[in-house]
């Protein structure tokens, strides 16, 4: 990787990294004062995606000092394991957001206020530029790890579109769950889907990783 290259990989990173932390805040905080279970709930995916960037940050600082494991006398690329971890790290959101949809609760007999509605809203704009932000990078560099970071963004733009669809029922049916069990279960599956897309897609890349003594003396 060249260091423009990877220079606009780590701006692109960071840029996820803050705008994912902003929004965790801010939809957290939302939706526990604002009576809004999903968005607390979506709030909480922004913090794991935070994670995720920070994990993509320091397989790119990895990246730049060259290093890689050796195992067996195979070179793996950082940037696959670290794919690897990003993978688990989203599989096991999902799979937490799926426990979430199973056991949801009314934590409060207040209805939802739809001004929640305005955090979500907010949210899918600016996981939208994100995700053709990165995406333009990943393009024009052809990363796959980049491309699957913009794909996640994409992700999380349906996410929060779900929130949105939750909090509109929610203050117009105030007693029924039913939608914000639906929109959970289904968010919850589709990060389950793309955490182990991205776990298969990396560990066949280090299973047909190159041997490093390919020559025979
Ligand atoms: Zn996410």
Same mark, same amino acid.
């Given at each position: 990787?060249?260091?423009?290259?990877?220079?606009?990989?780590?701006?692109?990173?960071?840029?996820?990294?803050?705008?994912?932390?902003?929004?965790? =805040?801010?939809k957290?905080t939302g939706g526990?004062?604002?009576?809004?279970?999903?968005?607390?709930?979506?709030?909480?995916?922004?913090? &794991?995606?935070?994670?995720?960037? @920070?994990?993509?940050?320091?397989? @790119?600082?990895?990246?730049?000092?060259?290093?890689?494991?050796?195992?067996?006398?195979?070179?793996?690329?950082?940037?696959?394991?670290? &794919?690897?971890?990003?993978?688990?790290? =989203?599989?096991?959101?999902?799979?937490?957001?799926?426990?979430?949809?199973?056991?949801?609760?009314?934590?409060?007999?207040?209805?939802?206020?739809?001004?929640?509605?305005?955090f979500?809203?907010?949210?899918?704009?600016? *996981?939208?530029?994100?995700?053709?932000?990165?995406? *333009?990078?990943?393009? *024009?560099?052809?990363?796959?790890?980049?491309?699957?970071? &913009?794909?996640?963004?994409?992700? +999380?733009?349906?996410?929060?579109?779900?929130?949105?669809?939750?909090?509109?029922?929610?203050?117009?049916?105030?007693?029924?769950?039913?939608? +914000?069990?639906?929109?959970?279960?289904?968010?919850?599956? @589709? =990060?389950?889907?793309?955490?182990?897309?991205?776990?298969?897609?990396?560990?066949?890349?280090?299973?047909?990783?190159?041997?490093?003594?390919?020559?025979?003396?």
């Open positions: 990787m060249t260091q423009t290259t990877q220079q606009e990989h780590l701006n692109v990173t960071y840029l996820g990294l803050f705008a994912n932390l902003g929004m965790a =805040v801010a957290i526990w004062l604002l009576y809004s279970q999903t968005l607390k709930a979506d709030g909480v995916h922004s913090l &794991a995606d935070s994670i995720t960037d @920070l994990t993509a940050m320091v397989v @790119l600082f990895l990246d730049s000092s060259n290093f890689s494991l050796d195992i067996s006398g195979t070179q793996i690329k950082t940037e696959s394991i670290g &794919a690897v971890i990003i993978g688990s790290i =989203v599989l096991m959101g999902g799979v937490l957001l799926g426990k979430e949809a199973i056991t949801l609760t009314p934590t409060s007999s207040k209805s939802v206020n739809p001004h929640a509605m305005w979500s809203v907010l949210s899918v704009l600016v *996981k939208e530029i994100l995700y053709r932000k990165t995406m *333009k990078v990943a393009r *024009k560099n052809k990363s796959p790890a980049l491309a699957a970071s &913009a794909a996640h963004h994409r992700l +999380d733009s349906f996410s929060s579109a779900l929130s949105l669809v939750s909090i509109v029922a929610g203050s117009l049916y105030p007693n029924s769950r039913v939608v +914000d069990m639906a929109c959970t279960g289904i968010v919850s599956a @589709l =990060v389950i889907k793309e955490g182990m897309e991205v776990i298969f897609a990396s560990g066949r890349d280090i299973i047909n990783a190159e041997p490093k003594h390919a020559k025979v003396d």
